[in-house]
């Protein structure tokens, strides 16, 4: 009894970090980040669920406008391909600098694109963050074009989260990153959290 009353308040910790928005039909997919998400991606363009994916890449270093170091995006492209998806309908968003972020870029994006539809596949306990982010950055009109897809890992979930090393470094980060955005607009960190690892580990 005593675990179960416990396990309730843990799970009630975690729940302010989930965004509750049901998924609605999208044409586009943007991996934000997650366990997962370059695999659900995936499975939304092959089973024609979705027509393209988005990823967003930082300027390029010295190093890669040199060759000297692959770039961020190629990486990612073929991770993709490695799930069955063909480099023509990825994507690449890019970051102008550093102070840029992907709700901009995606501003720009849907600026561009009148008709898309976006689903944004995020952490499940960064998902209210996302939102915020999104609803600060986007046009109203555009706000409704993009709905979230929440992905969860496969060490941790809201309900689960305090049992591995994994699910409570989340859960502090999703907390402190929460707190900054809704006093000051910031981040612990970009929430752009998709690296190139992801998606050639992605099997």
Known sequence: MAFVFRASILTGLARPLVYPEAERPADTIVIVGGDNAAERAARSI?????????????PPTEWEAKGILPDEYSPMQAGLKSLGVSAGVVEEIRLHNVDDTLTDALARWLDRHPEARCLVLCEEMRSRE???RLDRTLASADRDRVCLGLVVDRKFCRSNWWKSEEGISAFVTGWMSLI????????????RECKPTDFTMAR
């Open 180 to 191: 900054l955005q809704a006093t000051r607009g910031d981040a612990i960190d970009e929430w």
């Open 46 to 58: 092959l089973e024609k669920e979705a027509a393209r994916i988005l990823v967003a890449t930082n």
């Open 130 to 132: 996302v939102r915020w």
